[in-house]
């Protein structure tokens, strides 16, 4: 399977460590830069489907991919 959305991302050549932080206050750098990101809702699906665990993904810290899951569990 092909993952050309990694190509297009605006985290390519940016410390990996930013979008790992040790909070989720200390994920606002990452959130930032997932924000003007063109492939942002490819990569969050792709977190949520393959249950990323840690990292900011799309914009979401793992807390709030967790809650993203529930919320589509209860809608489904």
């Known amino acids: ?7 297009k991302g605006a985290c390519r050549g940016i410390d990996p460590d930013v979008f790992y932080p040790v909070t989720d206050e200390d994920a606002e750098e990452a959130k930032g830069i997932c924000a003007v990101c063109a492939v942002r809702q490819a ?24 809650r993203i899951i529930r919320q589509r569990r209860r809608t489904a």
């Open 43 to 66: 990569c969050l699906e792709h977190a949520l489907s393959a249950r990323e665990k840690e990292g900011v993904w799309g914009g979401a810290t793992e807390r709030e991919r967790r």
């Open 1 to 7: 399977m092909t993952q050309s959305w990694r190509d």
